[in-house]
Nanobody, 115 residues
Framework: QVHLVESGGGLVQPGGSLRLSCAAS????????MGWYRQAPGKQRELVAA???????NYADSVQGRFTSSRDNAKKTVDLQMNSLKPEDTAIYYC?????????WGQGTQVTVSS
């Protein structure tokens, strides 16, 4: 198991930006596939962005072109830069780490986009 701690959520107006960060424990960070998920009230958790061990990224269609994820293996962190935020981006955002069949989750951070 990997311990993950997210930070950076908050309240932002539509069109604004937020940057989420996830700090991981353990010595195998560079071997982990990292991901950002979100869950809005009454909806299922969905994948927002995934970043492989080599740094390749994939994004959900709904955030493509607005969100960017990056990782720093030396610092054991993964970030999610969110621009042009929309009210429908409001959700709890979770950091995830996967190694083989094992997946770990952070506690989540609330992002609210509202005027």
């Amino acid at each position: 198991q990997v311990h993950l701690v997210e930070s950076g959520g908050g309240l932002v107006q539509p069109g604004g930006s937020l940057r989420l960060s996830c700090a991981a424990s353990g010595s195998i960070f560079r071997m982990l596939i990292m991901g950002w998920y979100r869950q809005a009230p009454g909806k299922q958790r969905e994948l927002v962005a995934a970043i492989t061990t080599s740094g390749s990224t994939n994004y959900a269609d709904s955030v493509q072109g607005r969100f960017t994820s990056s990782r720093d293996n030396a610092k054991k962190t993964v970030d999610l830069q969110m621009n042009s935020l929309k009210p429908e981006d409001t959700a709890i955002y979770y950091c995830s780490a996967r190694a083989g069949e094992s997946q770990s989750w952070g506690q989540g951070t609330q992002v609210t986009v509202s005027s």
